[in-house]
């Protein structure tokens, strides 16, 4: 008789914040879903046992915001090597490609991969292809709202929204007259799309303000705590009133590291004044000489040493970015029907170092570490690397 189970996951503390659960139980799998989750579980019955004693089971972490064109942008890199080994088992392609770019990631890249992979279609119809040499949207006619639209409706299995840099680097040095024109483009073409907006708000040529006015409810501002002069904090040094309207009405705040889009001192102060990061993102890349790219267990180790509670820092790469993609119905938990995703953790003891792109490091006595990786009801065999970043 074949055994009830594809794969168990035993001994280990869940922590699954869509449930509401953090506490001992085991967890099994068939056909790549969810099959049962219960405070004992019989091994006999499972094909595969995973032994988590001692660590902290959670559902697949999620990256919302990486690139991984692998072989095609000097950014890209790979998902399974970079991402899927430390825990993410889905990642976010974060407008890498636009309209004449994408049909490469989608036919050539993501088959490749184990991970599973989503991605925001650039505005620019060469997405990120000139990322280190000439702003993508310096000359606007690179911004074809009704091409995008068309490519995001023929690709609604995979692309989920739309992704424009309002950034000195993606629209001209100081060129607020073209960054003000890609901003308007871009939610034209997440409107006609019937999809989602996320904006880069790091170093932007026009006043953070009026990037907020322009989203929605879902939509999402990444590289939220940048150091930049447009940033949440004001002249006053306090949090500005149209950041927290824009938290209030639903808008995703989110991280998208990078150690350049995280300055720790904005940060400590923004979550000192009671404002919280939505979701904890990579902004995931292969980087140029001297920039520092952190896994996304090594940016929850860091908020996690700057005070975010553990069941709050699983969530924001849980069911927070889950909710965000509009997949709370199948990602984001391991309650039963859920897609078999999770990661085993160990939060190790001892002394780490965390650094931005401003200088500043945030000392920390606990870290993740990927004990196991399941992804669709299969672990991962490749073992995860000791380092915290790429």
Same mark, same amino acid.
């Given at each position: 008789m074949p055994p009830r189970w594809d794969l168990l996951i035993r001994g280990g503390t869940l922590i699954d914040p869509a449930q509401g659960v953090s506490a001992r139980r085991d967890v099994a799998l068939r056909g790549g879903r969810v099959a049962a989750v219960a405070e004992s579980l019989a091994s006999a019955d499972a094909g595969e046992v995973v032994d988590a004693t001692g660590a902290l089971v959670t559902p697949g972490l999620i990256d919302l915001h990486a690139h991984v064109y692998d072989g095609a942008l000097p950014i890209g890199i790979h998902a399974d090597r970079a991402a899927l080994v430390n825990g993410v088992t889905t990642v976010v392609d974060a407008g890498s490609a636009g309209w004449m770019t994408f049909a490469g990631l989608r036919d050539y890249v993501i088959p490749t991969y184990r991970t599973r992979v989503y991605a925001f279609l650039h505005l620019s119809a060469t997405g990120l292809a000139t990322v280190r040499v000439v702003p993508e949207l310096g000359d606007i006619r690179f911004a074809q709202v009704e091409e995008a639209a068309r490519v995001i409706g023929e690709n609604r299995d995979l692309i989920l929204g739309v992704k424009v840099r309002i950034?000195?680097?993606?629209?001209?040095?100081?060129?607020?007259?073209?960054?003000? !024109?890609?901003?308007?483009?871009?939610?034209?073409?997440?409107?006609?799309?019937?999809?989602?907006?996320?904006?880069?708000?790091s170093d932007t040529p026009i006043?953070?303000? !009026?990037i907020l006015e322009q989203l929605r409810p879902g939509d999402i501002a990444?590289?939220?705590?940048?150091?930049?002069?447009?940033?949440?904090?004001?002249?006053?040094?306090?949090?500005?009133?149209?950041?927290?309207?824009?938290?209030?009405?639903? #808008?995703?705040?989110?991280?998208?590291?990078?150690? #350049?889009?995280?300055?720790?001192? #904005?940060?400590?102060?923004?979550?000192? !004044?009671?404002?919280?990061? =939505? =979701?904890?993102?990579?902004?995931?890349?292969?980087?140029?000489?001297?920039?520092?790219?952190?896994?996304?267990?090594?940016?929850?180790?860091?908020?996690?040493?700057?005070?975010?509670?553990?069941? !709050?820092? #699983?969530?924001?790469?849980?069911?927070?970015?889950?909710?965000?993609?509009?997949?709370?119905?199948?990602?984001?938990s391991l309650a039963p029907g859920m897609a078999g995703d999770a990661v085993v953790l160990d939060l190790e003891e001892g002394q780490f170092a965390y650094i931005d792109g401003a200088g500043n490091t945030v000392r920390a006595t606990r870290r993740f570490r990927a004990r196991h990786v399941i992804r669709d009801g299969q672990r991962v065999a490749t073992p995860a690397p000791a380092a915290d970043h790429v």
């Open positions: 950034a000195h680097g993606g629209t001209g040095k100081g060129d607020q007259a073209n960054a003000r !024109e890609a901003l308007r483009r871009a939610r034209r073409a997440a409107d006609q799309a019937g999809v989602g907006l996320m904006v880069h708000v006043p953070l303000p !009026e990444t590289h939220i705590f940048n150091g930049n002069a447009e940033q949440v904090l004001g002249s006053n040094g306090r949090v500005r009133p149209e950041v927290r309207a824009a938290a209030e009405r639903g #808008v995703v705040l989110d991280v998208g590291h990078a150690s #350049v889009h995280c300055d720790v001192k #904005v940060a400590e102060r923004a979550l000192a !004044e009671g404002l919280r990061p =939505t =979701t904890l993102s990579t902004d995931l890349h292969n980087p140029p000489p001297g920039r520092i790219v952190y896994h996304l267990r090594g940016l929850m180790s860091k908020f996690l040493a700057l005070g975010l509670g553990l069941d !709050e820092v #699983v969530a924001s790469v849980t069911s927070r970015p889950a909710a965000a993609l509009g997949k709370s119905a199948e990602l984001g």
